[in-house]
């Protein structure tokens, strides 16, 4: 799972929501766990990454204000909305993923990664025209742990116009950075006592330890040619396994 989030830049939530609820463990706590085992993946490969000089800087410094925004909304809203909501807007996510799964399809067939005309900085679109796209996956990053980097890579490379690898960098920055501050969202909530700790943290000890690993490698698959010449590819394949095992 590391290997692949750090490498197609796929969202680790939508595998490690199942795998926890099949150990017992509460949805609500599940997503807790989730997003804290992806801090330790994200965080190592993000890192990697931003060294590598592959982060656009400008776009995530636009962005991550906009994405804390959304898991603030999320993560409150998780106290509000009732469950019979919830399977409401996951019905709303895959709606909205399925469209920008069949938009990054289609852009094989009409542009080339590596030989496709840029767009000249003046006439790119404005950023603040992508914030409620930010805005609105973060949401769902704070409320069901689905990482918002399954929106923002087809934005970036369809409206954006950015390369596959860099959109993936920066995407994974960006996701690092609205994680990290879900954990401090967590902390605060427990230290003032609207929830308690989740159960099974120790469960972080394994899996911690894996996506280091996995983060690593991820980052590193990348120097190969033919794979980043197939990123986008490994991107959709991922991205539509993730929308079946939603809906499953």
């Known amino acids: 799972v590391g290997t692949m989030v750090m490498f197609a830049g796929l969202g680790g939530g939508v595998l490690w929501i199942p795998v926890l609820t099949f150990l017992d463990i509460r949805p609500s706590e599940a997503v807790a766990i989730s997003i804290f085992t992806q801090i330790a993946g994200k965080g ?30 999320g993560f409150l809203a998780g106290f509000c909305i009732p469950t019979a909501y919830e399977r409401f807007l996951l019905y709303i996510f895959l709606l909205i993923a399925g469209y920008l799964l069949m938009r990054t399809i289609q852009s094989l067939n009409t542009q080339n990664s590596d030989a496709a ?4 900085r003046d006439t790119m679109p404005p950023l603040r025209r992508s914030y409620p796209v930010v805005v609105f996956s973060s949401f769902f990053t704070g409320f069901l742990s689905i990482g918002n980097t399954d929106w923002l890579i087809p934005h970036m490379t369809l409206k954006l116009n950015m390369e596959t690898s860099r959109a993936v960098a920066t995407s994974l920055f960006i996701m690092f950075v609205t994680i990290l501050f879900y954990l401090i969202l967590v902390c605060i909530s427990v230290w003032v006592g609207n929830a308690s700790w989740p159960h099974g943290t120790s469960l972080l000890f394994a899996t911690c330890s894996g996506v280091i690993m996995g983060g690593q490698i991820g980052t590193r698959l990348i120097r190969i040619p033919w794979l980043k010449k197939h990123q986008k590819h490994t991107f959709i394949i991922l991205l539509a396994m993730s929308i079946i095992h939603l809906i499953w």
């Open 44 to 73: 190592t490969g993000s890192l990697t990454y931003l060294f590598y000089g592959m982060v656009d800087m400008e776009k995530a410094a636009s962005f991550i204000p906009m994405a804390l925004l959304g898991v603030t909304l």
């Open 117 to 120: 005309e840029k767009i000249p």
